[in-house]
Nanobody, 115 residues
């Protein structure tokens, strides 16, 4: 079992920045790729960014140039640096980890961007 805890969300004005963190604990041996998903006000869910166990990262086209994902394997933690935030970035952000053939979800954290 892998337990994920997200932090760093909140309310920010458009153009501002936030940094989300996701710390994994429990059965983290063999932790695979980790992802950030978000769910918007209309409940649409989309993949925002991915970090492989080797440290490679990829972000969705819609946030490219504004969001950066990073990973610290020593701390079993991933980060999502979000800059130049827009109102459409508002939503619940979820950390997801793959381990031993299963996917684990965090409880989610709210990001609200005011225009």
């Amino acid at each position: 079992q892998v337990h994920l805890v997200e932090s760093g969300g909140g309310l920010v004005q458009a153009g501002g920045s936030l940094r989300l963190s996701c710390a994994a604990s429990g059965s983290v041996f063999g932790l695979g790729a980790m992802h950030w998903f978000r769910q918007g006000p209309e409940n649409q869910r989309e993949l925002v960014a991915t970090a492989t166990s080797g440290g490679g990262t990829k972000v969705a086209d819609g946030v490219k140039g504004r969001f950066t994902m990073s990973r610290d394997n020593a701390k079993n933690t991933v980060y999502l640096q979000m800059n130049s935030l827009k109102s459409e970035d508002t939503g619940s952000y979820f950390c997801v980890a793959s381990a031993s053939g299963r996917y684990y979800w965090g409880q989610g954290i709210q990001v609200t961007v005011s225009s």
